[in-house]
């Protein structure tokens, strides 16, 4: 094991010299492909703004940069492989950018963000680009033509990103929706699901920005791949945001997401930091306007759906039956390929239906709209069939709900003090009654849907 560190390049003539430690492996992490293209999908992006008629500021681009590094750290240094505790991997990233000094006043809050998100220890210095890449955006070209985006939004196929879109839509805005996709099942509900909204808003000019960003595998030399993808939100904020500072001043970036998912609470004491993911924790969200604050960034994120259960953004969602309609083409699971695992070979990427986000999707459309009307394909369709091993993937989560609902109807007041758990409340006193009681309404909406389950292990 060791600690892990690496710089960025802009190309083979970037021969800026970085020291590392004895205990550090150092890897080189190559930015431009060709003359100067840039890779992992960064000019792509800039191309397909460009033909939107958005140009991102050297900062948001700046921003891009510094997602890659952090992409491909998390997703390229094994945590079994290279941490003392089987999780927290020591990192370091020297990122080039087009004002290290800028970027040097925001590096405890990204370092603060990061560390959170991901269970990590970062540890992120800046230098200056190339002199052949001080700049790389480019200028809008004089218009008399405004673009016609007036608001951002997160879409990632999932089913709560689908009723952010849907309620933009149906209140007349014309959003550009930001996308970013890796494996196919999640390429394939964004797909289905972007072109569902086109052929119902036909008149719209809304559209959306999709980038993939991946790296090799050994990118870092003798260390295995990680699949737990912590710090993938990172990037899609950061994706947003790019895309953001291209479109004037002022801009909001909409994370769509359900207060239970966003909170995420631990269901039982050994569900912690390791097993729950910080996506769109309010600390999280926090920093993230604290780090565009300290860059210039005029722009801020936010979750509009942080009071609501997913059953009830689903209730709620301005247009009922194109949701009823889509909605079993987005993806919440967190094991889409659970299907082919087990053998249902012709049956597609499906949902399993027992995962921690298929509970919550399957429990909040029956909240939504009664039992029986939830069209998604479910590996488990019924799951009272049978009893559920609680040593098995198909029992764990289930059995840890009803944990966590037992726990909270034998003391209700708890939840004020759980929802405190995953992380900091500081930056929301105001909110704290608010944020405990979507916690309880949110596994309210779950209990319904498992009462009478029957979990045990075999």
Same mark, same amino acid.
């Given at each position: 094991?060791?600690?892990?560190?690496?710089?960025?390049?802009?190309?083979?003539?970037?021969?800026?010299?970085?020291?590392?430690?004895?205990?550090?492996?150092?890897?080189?992490?190559?930015?431009?492909?060709?003359?100067?293209?840039?890779?992992?999908?960064?000019?792509?992006?800039?191309?397909?703004?460009?033909?939107?008629?958005?140009?991102?500021?050297?900062?948001?681009?700046?921003?891009?940069?510094?997602?890659?590094?952090?992409?491909?750290?998390?997703?390229?240094?094994?945590?079994?492989?290279?941490?003392?505790?089987?999780?927290?991997?020591?990192?370091?990233?020297?990122?080039?950018?087009?004002?290290?000094?800028?970027?040097?006043?925001?590096?405890?809050?990204?370092?603060?963000?990061?560390?959170?998100?991901?269970?990590?220890?970062?540890?992120?210095?800046?230098?200056?680009?190339?002199?052949?890449?001080?700049?790389?955006?480019?200028?809008?070209?004089?218009?008399?033509?405004?673009?016609?985006?007036?608001?951002?939004?997160?879409?990632?196929? =999932? %089913?709560?990103? /689908?009723?952010?879109?849907? !309620?933009? @839509?149906?209140? &007349? #805005?014309?959003?550009?929706?930001?996308? $970013?996709?890796?494996?196919?099942?999640?390429?394939?509900?964004?797909?289905?699901?972007?072109?569902?909204?086109?052929?119902?808003?036909?008149?719209?000019?809304?559209?959306?920005?999709?980038?993939?960003?991946?790296?090799?595998?050994?990118?870092v030399k003798d260390v295995g791949s990680e699949n737990s993808t912590r710090?993938?939100?990172f990037l899609f904020f950061a994706l947003g945001v790019f895309a953001g500072?291209?479109?004037g001043n002022g801009f909001v970036l909409r994370v769509p997401e359900n =207060? %239970?998912?966003? /909170?995420?609470?631990?269901? !039982?004491? @050994?569900?912690? &930091? #390791?097993?729950?993911?910080?996506?769109? $924790?309010?600390?999280?969200?926090?920093?993230?306007?604290?780090?565009?604050?300290?860059?210039?960034?005029?722009?801020?994120?936010?979750?509009?759906?942080?009071?609501?259960?997913?059953?009830?953004?689903?209730?709620?969602?301005?247009?009922?039956?194109?949701?009823?309609?889509?909605?079993?083409?987005?993806?919440?699971?967190?094991?889409?390929?659970?299907?082919?695992?087990?053998?249902?070979?012709?049956?597609?990427?499906?949902?399993?239906?027992?995962?921690?986000?298929?509970?919550?999707?399957?429990?909040?459309?029956?909240?939504?709209?009664?039992?029986?009307?939830?069209?998604?394909?479910?590996?488990?369709?019924?799951?009272?069939?049978?009893?559920?091993?609680?040593?098995?993937?198909?029992?764990?989560?289930?059995?840890?709900?009803?944990?966590?609902?037992?726990?909270?109807?034998?003391?209700?007041?708890?939840?004020?003090?759980?929802?405190?758990?995953?992380?900091?409340?500081?930056?929301?006193?105001?909110?704290?009654?608010?944020?405990?009681?979507?916690?309880?309404?949110?596994?309210?909406?779950?209990?319904?849907?498992?009462?009478?389950?029957?979990?045990?292990?075999?």
């Amino acid at each position: 094991m060791k600690r892990q560190l690496l710089t960025g390049h802009f190309g083979p003539d970037d021969h800026a010299s970085i020291s590392s430690a004895g205990d550090e492996q150092l890897t080189r992490l190559e930015l431009v492909a060709g003359e100067k293209m840039l890779d992992h999908g960064i000019g792509g992006a800039l191309t397909s703004l460009k033909a939107l008629g958005v140009f991102p500021s050297e900062i948001g681009i700046d921003l891009l940069v510094v997602a890659a590094h952090v992409h491909a750290a998390d997703t390229r240094i094994s945590r079994a492989e290279q941490s003392q505790d089987s999780w927290t991997r020591e990192i370091r990233l020297v990122i080039p950018v087009s004002d290290p000094v800028r970027w040097g006043t925001a590096t405890s809050t990204l370092t603060k963000a990061l560390n959170f998100l991901t269970g990590d220890q970062w540890t992120i210095g800046f230098r200056a680009r190339p002199d052949r890449f001080t700049t790389i955006g480019k200028q809008a070209p004089p218009s008399l033509l405004a673009l016609p985006f007036d608001s951002l939004s997160l879409f990632s196929g =999932g %089913l709560d990103s /689908l009723i952010g879109a849907i !309620d933009l @839509l149906q209140a &007349g #805005s014309t959003p550009l929706l930001v996308s $970013h996709f890796g494996e196919g099942a999640t390429s394939d509900a964004q797909g289905k699901l972007f072109a569902g909204l086109k052929k119902q808003y036909a008149n719209s000019a809304f559209d959306r920005l999709r980038v993939g960003m991946t790296f090799d595998k050994g990118l870092v030399k003798d260390v295995g791949s990680e699949n737990s993808t912590r710090g993938r939100s990172f990037l899609f904020f950061a994706l947003g945001v790019f895309a953001g500072t291209g479109l004037g001043n002022g801009f909001v970036l909409r994370v769509p997401e359900n =207060g %239970l998912i966003a /909170l995420n609470v631990p269901l !039982d004491p @050994l569900r912690l &930091g #390791s097993n729950s993911t910080r996506t769109t $924790h309010p600390y999280y969200m926090a920093r993230w306007n604290e780090l565009l604050t300290e860059l210039g960034i005029d722009g801020r994120v936010k979750n509009p759906y942080w009071d609501k259960t997913k059953g009830e953004m689903a209730s709620a969602c301005a247009n009922q039956a194109l949701l009823l309609k889509l909605a079993p083409h987005s993806l919440s699971c967190a094991h889409p390929a659970n299907a082919r695992w087990q053998g249902h070979q012709g049956r597609g990427i499906e949902h399993c239906g027992y995962c921690l986000p298929c509970l919550i999707r399957r429990a909040a459309l029956d909240s939504a709209w009664g039992a029986g009307r939830d069209e998604t394909t479910y590996t488990v369709p019924d799951l009272r069939a049978q009893s559920l091993d609680t040593r098995e993937s198909t029992g764990k989560q289930v059995r840890s709900f009803q944990y966590a609902i037992e726990r909270l109807r034998g003391h209700p007041g708890l939840a004020n003090l759980l929802i405190h758990k995953p992380g900091s409340l500081a930056d929301e006193v105001a909110r704290l009654d608010q944020l405990a009681d979507v916690y309880r309404r949110g596994l309210d909406e779950v209990a319904r849907l498992i009462d009478g389950v029957d979990t045990r292990p075999s």
